[in-house]
């Protein structure tokens, strides 16, 4: 298990630096720098510019400078705000995004195990068919449409009361949370149901269910104690990228619902090429993508006794 | 019990015809019995069907629908579908002196009846006042007095009319006149008046935009009907149908191309490490698992911009190819798993004995039985690429105004959901359905040809 987790660890490491290498090389191939976006400046100021940036320095020696800073946890400083560290950009933005992702992600495995178990127990019966077709629909609607229709709907609901019910945009209290996390989880909802209903259809016939039917347990018990626990299994495995998929998409549901998300702030930082906070981001987001995989997988492990990790 | 009852004909032997060596049902290819299978499916026939649709409505569309998606209608701003098409003669626009009015009705009212070409508005001088400001609204102004647009301040007690020429369109505005007081504060007097605007157009202007020709004969007064737009427009009077057509053209082109690029780099990447196999193929299996755990859309995003778009492009190549440079790893894992099982298999033994060359092998016995697998993921492949670009373009980073696509169209119509969601509605129920079929028909191709993918439904 220690040696499982080093090696997956290192792995973790090493993809991370691939990560920062990319970001790195793909940054530097773009045309046109945040220096061009300034004012016409002479050329003693974009080269005092460029030397307080560093980026009259050869690229190989820009490279270990970042890759310095990075391991030393500094991400730099951005090119078009003043004086403001990336880090504390993400130190600012990421509990937003972070609390909208968490809500999101169990909203999306709760309701998906629940949707899930709940339509193979009901097989090709009413439930099963509307909860299958709302899946359904849930996976081929983008999830900006399911966005800007839940705005509209808060709106006409709350102008229907006449007083606001629940805020349309914006952050802060609980309630700002609601809606864009149901929202968000959505699609990964769908996906988890679909993946649970399955995995839950082969196990309703296992023979230990019937074991524990012949032995008289009552049907709650077994659905709890036997069905759900191993359906439950694939749905685990599939939580890392879920992982990742929520957090990406949470730039679009953050940028309909005005939420000051770190996604948000990326989009805002590519359009106005600022460098060092779109590689901070990058691979803050990557490293941390990175290591949730991981730490799904060793989670994987210890609730499925039969998983050995090697 | 009876005795059965024989008949000596019972013991005589059956002629051995040559009919029963045949096998009385035709022998069926794979692809055939896959065939068969999906169209015994109906919810995969009907996406077949949809997607087929859709083809045409791509292709053939323009061909039938022949207009510009970028020429602007004028006179037809955000229209939604279905709306009167009428419009009344009049003469050209004459400014007003602010002395014409229609009846005498206290309060707000109107001055001459409320047209496209201008909207007069006159209201009685109230006492202490000493001026108004003036609101335009597309919403009943409630209780909490939202007024709406600001149009005008007036610093006089005595200035009591008011002319609107602002982006006028056919419909019904709620007009507001809010008195002020000598500090610039608002006081309690305030007057709405509902006014419903009806559309007309100059003779000049029908003229320029090909309604009348000079010859004909018409009076002040006549109703002329304006261009036909099945779907309505968007915002700045451009054809939906035609916009969506074009969209199409765009979507689909890279909903199906990117796809297919990056499943054939993949089928490529995958079959030639599974066939190499050793320790190449730990190095490039290493490699695309650097590549899956880039974070893809951060990715897309910055392969977008290195890629970049010049003025006047559309942007679709660079999304194109940042699409495939992300996207094939998956493929190839999934290759190099099935080419792996098929290198075991006894008949690629036979065939090696046979003397095949690994050519041979690959192309004659791999891939073929591969096929089945790199069909499934490659309709998977469409929605998710037809998402990603919407996405994009919604978020401002996909193809470049002006190219139309329906994620672009989206993030347009989403501006003004509220008072025009037919231009957010139509392009998104496009997406929706055509992700839909796609993702059914994945469906049924996966159930139809591998067996031991099939879902349990």
């Known amino acids: 298990m220690l040696r499982y987790t080093l090696k997956r660890l290192v792995q973790g490491v090493i993809t991370v630096w691939f990560i920062a290498t990319a970001t790195f090389i793909a940054m530097h191939s773009v045309p046109g720098d945040p220096l061009s976006n300034e004012k016409a400046v002479t050329a003693e100021i974009r080269a005092n510019l460029e030397a307080k940036y560093g980026l009259d320095k050869p690229p190989l020696e820009q490279y270990f400078i970042y890759m310095g800073n990075l391991v030393r946890g500094d991400f730099g400083i951005s090119f078009t705000q003043q004086n403001r560290e990336v880090n504390d950009i993400i130190r600012e933005h990421f509990p937003v995004s972070a609390t909208l992702g968490i ?18 127990l009901y097989r090709n019966r009413l439930p099963d068919f509307v909860i299958m077709f709302l899946v359904i629909l849930g996976i081929s609607v983008p999830s900006f449409v399911v966005a800007a229709i839940s705005q509209l709907s808060i709106v006409n609901i709350n102008t229907l009361f006449g007083i606001s019910l629940l805020p349309v945009a914006g952050w802060g209290t609980i309630w700002h949370m609601l809606v864009p996390s149901l929202v968000l989880g959505l699609g990964t909802m769908a996906y988890l149901t679909r ?10 016939n296992a023979d230990f269910v019937r074991t524990a039917k012949s032995k008289g347990l009552p049907a709650t018990r077994i659905f709890t104690n036997h069905q759900l626990r191993n359906a439950i299994l694939p749905v685990i495995t599939v939580l890392g990228p879920s992982i990742a998929a929520i957090t990406t998409g949470g730039f679009v549901v953050e940028f309909v619902f005005a939420i000051p998300g770190l996604g948000r702030y990326f989009v805002q930082a590519v359009q106005q090429l600022d460098y060092t906070v779109i590689m901070g981001t990058t691979v803050f987001y990557g490293a941390f993508l990175v290591f949730m995989v991981i730490v799904v997988d060793l989670l994987y492990g210890l609730v499925d006794p039969r998983v050995r990790l090697e | ?10 013991f005589e032997p059956l002629v051995h015809t040559r009919e029963a060596q045949s096998i009385s049902r035709p022998s069926l290819s794979y692809w055939q019995d896959a065939w068969i299978r999906l169209k015994a499916n109906t919810r995969a026939l009907v996406s077949l069907y949809i997607v087929i649709a859709l083809m045409a409505f791509t292709i053939l569309g323009p061909v039938v629908w022949n207009v510009d998606p970028s020429l602007q209608d004028l006179d037809q701003i955000s229209i939604p579908p279905g709306t009167d098409r009428r419009a009344t003669l009049v003469a050209p626009y004459q400014p007003w002196d602010g002395t014409t009015f229609l009846e005498v009705t206290p309060g707000l009212r109107l001055a001459e009846p409320a047209t496209t ?19 335009r609204n597309l919403f009943p102004v409630g209780p909490e007095r939202a007024l709406g647009l600001p149009l005008a301040e007036h610093f006089s007690a005595q200035e009591v ?3 609107d020429l602002l982006d006028l369109v056919p419909g019904r505005y709620y007009y507001s006149v809010l008195g002020v007081n000598e500090f610039g504060a608002e006081t309690q007097y305030l007057e709405t008046l509902v006014v419903d605007v009806s559309r007309v157009i100059t003779v000049d202007d029908a003229m320029v935009r090909g309604l009348i020709d000079e010859a004909a004969e018409l009076q002040l007064g006549d109703v002329l009907i304006l261009g036909l737009h099945p779907l309505g427009t968007d915002y700045l009077g ?9 969209g199409a053209r765009v979507s689909l082109f890279i909903g199906i191309c990117a796809p297919f690029l990056y499943v054939l780099f993949g089928v490529i990447y995958g079959s030639a490490a599974g066939f190499v196999g050793g320790r190449y193929d730990q190095g490039l299996m290493r490699f695309a698992d650097f590549v899956v755990a880039l974070p893809f859309l951060l990715f897309m995003i910055l392969f977008k911009i290195v890629f970049g778009i010049g003025p006047g492009e559309s942007g679709i190549a660079p999304m194109l190819l940042a699409l495939v440079v992300l996207s094939w790893p998956a493929t190839a894992r999934l290759v190099r798993g099935q080419i792996l099982q098929i290198r075991q298999e006894a008949y690629i033994s036979a065939s090696q004995l046979l003397g095949a060359k690994t050519n041979y092998l690959v192309l004659r016995h791999m891939i073929p039985n591969t096929m089945g697998v790199i069909l499934v993921t490659l309709t998977f492949a469409v929605p998710s690429a037809i998402f990603t670009e919407a996405f994009l373009s919604f978020i ?12 672009s169209m989206c993030n347009e119509g989403i501006k003004t959901m509220l008072t025009h969601p037919h ?31 099939r879902s349990t439904e």
């Open chain 1, 103 to 120: 809500l999101a992600i169990v909203f999306a495995g709760l309701g998906g195990v629940l949707w899930g178990a709940l339509t193979a």
């Open chain 1, 195 to 204: 993946l649970m209903r399955s995995s839950m259809l082969e196990i309703v």
């Open chain 2, 1 to 10: 019990m009876s005795a059965t009852a024989f008949a000596s004909r019972d």
């Open chain 2, 117 to 135: 070409q201008s909207i007069r508005l006159l209201w009685d001088p109230v006492e202490g006042l000493s001026g108004y400001r003036i609101f």
């Open chain 2, 161 to 163: 009319t008011f002319e």
């Open chain 2, 238 to 246: 451009r054809d939906m149908l035609a916009r969506l057509m074009a």
């Open chain 2, 396 to 407: 401002g980073m996909g193809v470049a105004p002006p190219t139309p696509s329906w994620g």
């Open chain 2, 423 to 453: 231009e957010l509605i139509f392009p998104a129920l496009l997406i929706s359905i055509t992700v839909l079929a796609f993702n059914l028909l994945g469906d049924g191709l996966r159930d139809a040809l591998d067996a031991r993918m």
